[in-house]
């Protein structure tokens, strides 16, 4: 006869202890998201990549802002990749309606960084690639936000999941915390292939009920984070977005 023996409590405990420890351990940056930070233990760990995905109309831009402008206003410089999407002038005039943006952070602890004209043109993956590193290279972002990556899946092709591995182990060799944003399709709440490569992911929604627009935050992942479950209550105003622990949808 066979016995299975289970670890009694005492040694439970411990290894419950020990990963505490490690997880304690972890680095983290602060989001910024009033709310948020309580829910993933401080912060997002570093170094790591995080999607952000939603529907339109869910935050995952003004995510992102609120993001690199808790950096500046810590001394941390920013690097906003813009895969499609007209001049920097037009988005630095949308950034500034939200009230926790200073414009003395434009172009110096905050920079943004255009793909559109590298895309057009690249023949590949290593193309994009090499415009990506020389921005990073040059301007040792501590944090870094792509903006609608899930758009570059049809410029790429078959060089796309080559491309998020690349992206992937940039942002480790850099010591960066990355947040990247795509969009949700119609049966399936995230990108596939870019949360394969993540570290975390983050799903913000827009959903109608009776007629209400309601938004919501969960986390599907947070490595080596003990995260909070659950969609939860989320609110855009002129302040940005906030998440409301516990208020669940």
């Known amino acids: 006869m066979f016995r299975i023996m289970l670890p009694g409590g005492a040694r439970l405990n411990r290894i419950y202890a020990l ?26 760990p570093v ?12 935050g995952k831009t003004t995510f992102c802002t609120q993001f690199l402008f808790k950096g500046a206003e810590l001394g941390q410089t920013g690097l906003f990749f813009l895969t499609f999407g007209g001049p920097h002038e037009c988005l630095f005039e ?25 895309i057009e043109e ?24 792509i903006k609608d990556i899930s758009l570059l899946e049809d410029a790429l092709k078959g060089d796309f999941k080559k491309f998020l591995h690349s992206l992937s182990k940039l942002i480790k ?16 709440p995230y990108p596939v292939e870019i949360a394969q490569i993540a570290d975390g992911i983050i799903l913000l929604s ?9 938004r919501s935050i969960e986390l599907l992942k947070i490595a080596g984070t003990s995260h909070t479950l659950g969609k939860h ?8 977005l906030t998440v409301y622990p516990g208020l669940h949808l």
Do not use: H
Request: no cysteine; charged share 30%; net charge neutral.
């Open 122 to 145: 690249a023949k590949g993956a290593e193309d994009i690639m090499k415009a990506i590193k020389s921005a990073i290279e040059e301007f040792r972002p501590r944090r870094i936000v």
């Open 206 to 214: 827009n959903v109608e009920v009776n007629l209400i627009r309601l």
């Open 173 to 188: 060799e850099q010591k960066a915390v990355a947040l990247i944003t795509g969009e949700s399709l119609p049966g399936l």
């Open 94 to 118: 949308l950034f500034s309606t939200y009230s926790f943006v200073d414009r003395r952070y434009f172009g110096k602890e905050i920079r943004l960084a255009s793909l559109e004209k590298e």
């Open 19 to 44: 990963r505490k420890m490690a997880m304690s351990s972890i680095q983290r940056m602060p989001t910024g998201i009033p709310g948020l930070d309580e829910m993933i233990e401080g912060g997002l």
């Open 47 to 58: 170094p790591s990549l995080t999607l952000v995905a939603g529907d339109v109309g869910s």
């Open 233 to 240: 209550a989320v609110d855009i105003s002129a302040k940005g």
